[in-house]
């Protein structure tokens, strides 16, 4: 029997990298999960990808319309008992250089888009549920011209100490995983010299693999972390640590 088996799980951000990662291992250990994406094509192709369980629903976090479509499509399961909440974006713009527009699009995505995701999902949450966070490494260490996406996903270190007391009666636990430098489309979007200069600092010497990052996330959403609830549970070679 597999970690999850029989729990229904959401994924936003699930058609790359850690999302898609995370969306297959939780499939293969018995969740039916529900991913978003905003484009159509990745989306069906990362459904065709996981097989079996998947229910893939079009849409855009920071539309809250779209959060609602999303919702009512989980009603036929009836709950949530694990809510990833795993859409971000961020680039390289030092201080000097960032427009209004930059800031927008990272706070209402990182910031926005996640709390209303979380707050849609109250009624449809099971008792004991898990929530999931994605932050960041970036958050904790001073990183050249990453300055508004690390305050971003600050933030959502500062909504899981809340929502850990909010939300206790429930006994739903809520829990930031941080990754560090990870192998994904959007890192891979960003200059070489800018990746090989974070890559320098992260103590393995490496970036990091989206299997890895989903078998964290496997650990917080399971009954493995029972007793965890409120931590930043970082899984990024040590750069944040050192």
């Given at each position: 029997m597999g970690k999850l088996e029989g729990k229904v799980a959401v994924i936003t951000g699930g058609t790359q990298g850690i999302g898609l990662a995370t969306a297959k291992l939780f499939a293969s250990e018995g969740a039916y999960v529900f991913i978003t994406g905003r484009r159509r094509k990745e989306l069906e192709e990362a459904v065709a990808s996981i097989g079996g369980n998947v229910t893939g629903v079009q849409g855009d976090v920071t539309n809250l319309a779209d959060l609602d479509r999303l919702y009512e499509s989980v009603k036929a399961k009836g709950r949530i008992d694990v809510l990833f909440a795993n859409v971000g974006l961020g680039g390289f713009v030092p201080l000097g250089?960032?427009?209004?527009?930059?800031?927008?699009?990272?706070?209402?995505?990182?910031?926005?888009?996640?709390?209303?995701?979380?707050q849609k999902a109250l009624p449809f949450l099971n008792d004991g549920a898990s929530i999931i966070l994605t932050g960041s490494a970036a958050a904790a260490k001073g990183t050249l011209s990453f300055g508004v996406y690390a305050a971003s996903k600050a933030a959502i270190r500062s909504f899981v100490r809340t929502w850990t007391e909010e939300l206790k009666d429930r006994r739903i636990r809520s829990n930031v995983l941080s990754p560090g430098p990870v192998v994904t489309p959007q890192v891979a979007l960003q200059p070489p010299e800018a990746i090989a200069r974070i890559v320098s600092t992260v103590p393995m010497g490496r970036m990091g693999e989206p299997d890895e990052i989903a078998k964290v996330a496997l650990f917080l959403a399971s009954d493995d972390s029972s007793f965890v609830t409120g931590i930043e549970l970082f899984a990024d070679g040590g750069r944040a640590q050192v």
């Open positions: 250089s960032i427009t209004e527009e930059y800031y927008d699009k990272t706070f209402d995505t990182n910031v926005k888009g996640l709390l209303f995701t979380v």
